[in-house]
């Protein structure tokens, strides 16, 4: 029997991440297509370009044994339904039977950072343990939970919600989601941009970040990273707010799960030993004395492959029992 591959698919806002991986976890061609920003024709899309890069590698579709695919919101798994996804304008929409019907390949689907999870479990940092918490910083905070192997989507898909987890009850800033005071609206890479202008604005010091924002009109994350190598004293309280209230959620977090390992991975985890020593500080802190012996705090290892990873590995373990 001629080796099969897995499909890994990524639905990202601004493109979709396609992967043919191995049985073994290894990529054997990667590319990715714009996603159509309607929502109508994402499937079709997916399609042709299967279709599109089999011809080009000059392999039939048998060679395909299946699709695993990630996209952002709750999702309903054993139905393969998207429960929600607000910029594609998709209410409980049936991604799976569309997948299928489109590509002719049995397709599983799951939410996005829950796939990002499993890619870091079975070929980046997780490193083989089965108790995992994953917290993605980017533009927003997504978390993927992983109880012994299996990813945790509780009743109805919201399962490793931990983004929302609130770490500031009373006046915190408002969230996408509704609620106000979510780690989200901290420690993402919006989150930190928001503290650093709130504080410049009522800091009398002219410091490095000060200067920056003078330049440049605005400043990022790694702005805000930066300077503290630079010793900016500003710099220095917001990263120590936002690692204190991260360390704080992910230690209620595995004062719950009591995870092997805790993977933070996103833009904002590229800022290294400067953002990691802190956050293992603060959970050393507040983290039940069992669960903090326990765990290992590390930066995710595969980047943007994690979730066409997880993809494959979701469609070998769902779909080829």
Sequence with gaps: MNEQW????????????????????????KWEIPTDKTGKNITTDIAKAI??????????KSKLSGIGMGAPGPVNLDEGLIYETVNLGWKNYPLRDH???????????DNDANLAALGEMWKGAGDGSKDIICVTLGTGVGGGLISNGEVIHGVNGAGGEIGHITVVPDGGAPCNCGKTGCIETIASATGIVRIAKERLKGSEQKTYL?????????????????????GDEVAEGIIEFVTANLGLMLANVANGLNPERIVIGGGVSKAGDILISRVEKYFKQFAFPRVRDAATITTATLGNDAGVIGGAWLAKTKLNK
């Design 6 to 29: 897995l499909v890994g698919v990524d639905l990202g806002g601004t493109t979709i991440k396609m992967a043919f991986i191995n049985f073994y976890g290894e990529i054997v061609e």
């Design 51 to 60: 279709d599109t890069k089999l011809e080009l590698l000059g392999f039939p």
């Design 99 to 109: 997948l299928e019907m489109e590509t002719g390949l049995p397709a599983v689907i």
């Design 210 to 230: 000060h200067t920056i924002l003078e330049e440049k009109g605005e400043i990022t994350s790694k702005d805000v990273f930066e300077a503290v190598h630079k």
